[in-house]
């Protein structure tokens, strides 16, 4: 079965760094974009950063310059590297691509920025 599990989330003081993974597993025949999103308690999903099958990459305004999204695909596996992090980070972070024509989504990792 194809999934995409995410991982890397942890609790951070605000000034931080954490490299958040996404790795796809299973029978892949066709993965498309995978695009990162967050949601915080009370809010809505927010999409934060997208990187194609290419290297193109998309960022959210809320976290463009602060974050960088990469893709070793030998590996299918996504990373969001999210540095001089904010309490407003908060949020689990999920990523989502369509995988073999489904829209699949990771489970949500947790990431806590906090003193």
């Known amino acids: 079965q194809v999934q995409l599990v995410e991982s890397g989330g942890g609790l951070v003081q605000p000034g931080g760094s954490l490299r958040l993974s996404c790795a796809a597993s299973?029978?892949?025949?066709?993965?498309?974009?995978i695009t990162w999103y967050r949601q915080a308690p009370g809010k809505e999903r927010e999409l934060v950063a997208t990187?194609?099958?290419?290297?193109?990459?998309n960022y959210g305004d809320s976290v463009k310059g602060r974050f960088t999204v990469s893709r070793d695909n030998a590996k299918n596996t996504v990373y969001l590297q999210m540095n001089s992090l904010k309490p407003e980070d908060t949020a689990v972070y999920y990523c989502?691509?369509?995988?073999?024509?489904?829209?699949?989504w990771g489970q949500g990792t947790q990431v806590t920025v906090s003193s």
């Open positions: 989502n691509s369509f995988i073999n024509y489904r829209n699949t």
């Open positions: 299973g029978s892949i025949f066709a993965i498309n974009a």
């Open positions: 990187i194609t099958t290419t290297g193109g990459t």
